[in-house]
């Protein structure tokens, strides 16, 4: 079992930035990944990384102002988000998947344990 437990979500402004960090418990080396889930929205995929953190894949909307990152001493992963924008406004949870290769997956049917969520705003 892999509990997860993000952190880090919060308000900020329009062009601010904020970190998430996700502290994983249990098992480690999975790939995982970040989702989020805006009001009367479908949950997305925002970004996601190889259990080595070799490979990263990132939506479209957030490439080039969102990075992931792992820290597999600390079983804990990241999420810098910068030039925020009102609408990356959402619940944003982590995922892990059970699947011990060395690849990420941006689909969220690989994905076998969610976190509880945290809140970002970005106010315009």
């Known amino acids: 079992q892999v509990q997860l437990v993000e ?5 900020v402004q329009a062009g601010g930035s904020l970190r998430l960090s996700c502290a994983a418990s249990g098992r480690s080396s999975y790939a995982m990944g970040w989702f989020r889930q805006a009001p009367g929205k479908e949950r997305e995929f925002v970004a996601a990384i190889s259990w080595s953190g070799g490979r990263t894949g ?9 990075t ?19 609408e990356d ?8 998947t059970s699947v011990y290769r060395d690849s ?7 994905y076998a344990y969610w976190g ?5 705003t970005v106010s315009s």
Do not use: E, H
């Open 89 to 96: 406004t959402a619940v944003y949870y982590c995922a892990a």
């Open 58 to 66: 990132y939506a479209d909307s957030v490439k080039g102002r969102f």
């Open 68 to 86: 992931i990152s792992r820290d597999n001493a600390k079983n804990t992963v990241y999420l810098q988000m910068t030039s925020l924008k009102p």
């Open 7 to 11: 952190s880090g979500g919060g308000l």
């Open 104 to 110: 990420y997956y941006d689909s969220q049917a690989w």
């Open 116 to 120: 509880q969520g945290t809140q970002v």
